[in-house]
């Protein structure tokens, strides 16, 4: 049910006419009341759940059930630093990210984070994922963005110019998305499958250069 009121919110938030910008605030008012209204919470109840939301997300079991790290994506990672690739993280928020990937075990493997928050939109918008490539002084064609949303990271990388992959989330994941929504995208099955791929890409690239 939460899953379901999540995407409501979410699709409206990328269909509006500015997506990747962020939020007015009467935007951010619709969000939340798609949102609560499709969990059948209204007036009152749905400004003390909303200040819930707003002061404990980062310590609830949303963080910890839904970020939890799987023993593929750690091996990916770990797989990455050793190739010495460079690796930042997009986020479509101003969260605390550093405390939250400590807490995963995993900050030690992002070289700097980019916060909708911080640079003023977010993907599909092309902007954060510039930023990102202009800091680590790369070009488009020799970066790769990874993600899981079809009509936010697989459109912020075509917005972009970026060669970028989808990881298909599985049943449990609170991002779980239909399969005919990947439809037309590059997309694998696991951060296991996704490894394979990106040591052939850096293969491949080693021996162009």
Request: with cysteine; net charge neutral; charged share 25%.
């Amino acid at each position: 049910m939460v899953r379901n009121a999540f995407y409501k919110a979410e699709h409206w938030t990328y269909t509006r006419k500015r997506p990747g910008l962020l939020l007015t605030d009467w935007e951010a008012n619709q969000y939340r009341t798609i949102f609560f209204s499709s969990l059948g919470i209204t007036g009152s109840r749905a400004e003390y759940y909303d200040h819930v939301l707003i002061a404990e997300l980062e310590e609830s079991r949303y963080w910890t059930d839904s970020l939890r790290s799987c023993e593929d994506l750690i091996s990916l990672l770990k797989s990455l630093d050793k190739y010495d690739v460079k690796c930042g993280l997009i986020l479509n928020s101003d969260i605390k990210a550093s405390k939250i990937l400590k807490r995963l075990g995993i900050r030690e493997y992002f070289d700097e984070i980019f916060a909708a928050g911080s640079v003023g939109s977010g993907l599909p918008n092309p902007q954060i994922m510039q930023i990102a490539l202009s800091s680590f002084k790369v070009r488009p064609s020799r970066s790769l963005l990874v993600g899981s949303r079809p009509d936010v990271e697989g459109e912020g990388a075509k917005n972009a110019n970026v060669p970028y992959v989808l990881v298909r989330m599985d049943s449990n994941d609170m991002f779980e998305l239909p399969r005919e929504c990947y439809l037309g995208y590059y997309v694998v099955d696991s951060f296991s499958e996704l490894e394979i791929h990106l040591k052939q890409r850096l293969h491949r690239k080693r021996i162009s250069t």
